[in-house]
């Protein structure tokens, strides 16, 4: 065995690993180029978690139900303009009176007019650039 020669050769890595180390290292470098020019490490807006419940109720004093109370329950703290009441699709014009959190509620009817049965109350979520949205709730007024 020739172990004086084992300690004085002075080969490194073999030519096939450095190759193959260079490589990855291109690879590894050309990805994290690519992720910021294409801009796949920006933030966006998550959706929000949040409950509501959905109440028929008499806002009127007159003694029939003709609105929904719509509370928020639990969930994230939205900014409400964000958040849109749709009644059959239309957009509503609710005051949430500043951030909408648990406990805080609005009441909606029709554009002031009763609802009389039949409509779909939904609470919607719009991300402030307007690219996402997602329904937070739903309720059909009973007829």
């Given at each position: 065995?020739k172990?004086?020669?084992?300690?004085?050769?002075?080969?490194?890595?073999?030519?096939?690993?450095?190759?193959?180390?260079m490589?990855?290292?291109?690879?590894?470098?050309?990805?994290?180029i690519?992720?910021?020019?294409?801009?796949?490490?920006?933030?966006?807006?998550?959706?929000?978690?949040?409950?509501?419940?959905f109440?028929?109720?008499?806002d009127?004093?007159?003694?029939?139900?003709?609105?929904v109370?719509i509370?928020h329950?639990?969930?994230?703290?939205?900014?409400?303009s964000e958040?849109?009441v749709?009644?059959?699709g239309a957009?509503?014009?609710?005051?949430?009176?500043?951030?909408?959190?648990?406990g805080?509620?609005v009441?909606?009817?029709n554009?002031?007019?009763?609802?009389?049965?039949?409509?779909?109350?939904?609470?919607?979520?719009?991300?402030?650039d307007?690219?996402?949205?997602?329904?937070?709730?739903s309720?059909?007024?009973?007829?």
């Amino acid at each position: 065995m020739k172990l004086k020669q084992f300690f004085t050769d002075d080969d490194a890595v073999s030519p096939v690993i450095g190759v193959i180390l260079m490589v990855a290292i291109t690879v590894i470098l050309a990805a994290v180029i690519a992720s910021f020019v294409l801009g796949l490490g920006d933030t966006t807006d998550t959706t929000p978690t949040a409950s509501f419940d959905f109440e028929y109720v008499d806002d009127d004093g007159d003694g029939t139900n003709d609105a929904v109370k719509i509370t928020h329950q639990t969930g994230d703290t939205l900014d409400q303009s964000e958040v849109k009441v749709k009644v059959n699709g239309a957009t509503q014009s609710v005051s949430w009176g500043g951030e909408i959190k648990s406990g805080v509620s609005v009441t909606v009817d029709n554009g002031g007019s009763d609802l009389t049965g039949g409509e779909t109350v939904t609470v919607v979520w719009e991300s402030s650039d307007g690219e996402s949205s997602s329904t937070l709730g739903s309720f059909d007024v009973p007829n």
